[in-house]
């Protein structure tokens, strides 16, 4: 699967445990009518890959949907959901397929006009 979006925020790299495990959160927004803020982590040997992004930076995040199940001591199952990030590539402008933006300064004046010329337009 994968998100697009914006970088919000980037955590520095925690350690925990004896045995060193790694994890760092990046926090992007997504661009739709009702942008979400999405929390991706990254673990171990992944935490790397943030190191060359930037808050404001515009995204692609390849990711796992990961689930796990915890018994409390009363014995009910409790669940918990994690976006586990394991490829970061910046968005580029103009991707093949897409279509570029045009404003006015994308076209050159017309060198001369014929006010006689039939108008071909279907409208």
């Known amino acids: 699967m994968e998100v697009t979006g914006k ?9 925990f445990g004896n045995n060193g495990f790694r994890k760092r959160e990046m926090v992007i927004t997504t661009d739709e009518q009702y942008p979400q803020m999405i929390l991706i982590e990254f673990v171990q040997d992944k935490c790397d890959l943030l190191n060359s992004f930037k ?22 199952a409790k669940y918990f959901n994690s ?13 093949p397929g897409e279509v570029p ?6 076209f050159e004046p017309a060198a001369s006009i014929d006010e006689n010329e039939p108008d071909d337009l279907p409208f």
Request: aromatic share 4%; charged share 35%; glycine share 10%.
């Open 7 to 15: 970088i919000k925020k980037i955590d520095e790299t925690k350690t």
């Open 55 to 76: 808050v404001g930076e515009e995204i692609k995040v390849s990711i796992n949907l990961r689930g796990r199940e915890w018994i409390n001591p009363e014995g009910e």
């Open 83 to 95: 976006i586990q990030g394991w490829r970061v590539e910046k968005v580029q402008a103009g991707a």
């Open 101 to 106: 933006p045009m404003d006015a300064a994308s």
